[in-house]
């Protein structure tokens, strides 16, 4: 049975930083890119970062962009997701998706106060 954990979420007030993780059981996602999306309250999910399956390409949202870092340890079948410099609207519950799959997690609270 897959499994995928997000973990690492709280509260924080804004300019602090989070680091999300996301461990997957159950089959290894070694060759699949990993994605981080989030949703908002009375929003729709959307797209957060993506890595290749070797960790050697990433991409980001605009709203993120060098401010967070997406990572993986495929030794561990993990995927990170380090944010910095966080803002309120960065609020959301956080969830990572192997690309290619329906495989989601029960996602991760991340509340900043401003």
């Known amino acids: 049975q897959v499994q995928l954990v997000e973990s690492g979420g709280g509260l924080v007030q804004a300019g602090g930083s989070l680091r999300l993780s996301c461990a997957a059981s159950g089959r290894t996602f070694n060759n699949l890119a990993m994605r981080w999306f989030r949703q908002a309250p009375g929003k729709e999910r959307e797209f957060v970062a993506s890595?290749?399956?070797?960790?050697?390409?990433?991409s980001y949202a605009g709203s993120v962009k060098g401010r967070f870092t997406i990572s993986r340890d495929n030794a561990k079948n993990t995927v990170f997701l380090q944010m910095n410099n966080l803002k309120p609207e960065d609020t959301a519950v956080y969830y990572c998706?192997?690309?290619?799959?329906?495989?989601w997690g029960q996602g991760t609270q991340v509340t900043v106060s401003s």
């Open positions: 890595i290749n399956w070797s960790g050697g390409l990433t």
């Open positions: 998706n192997p690309d290619r799959t329906d495989y």
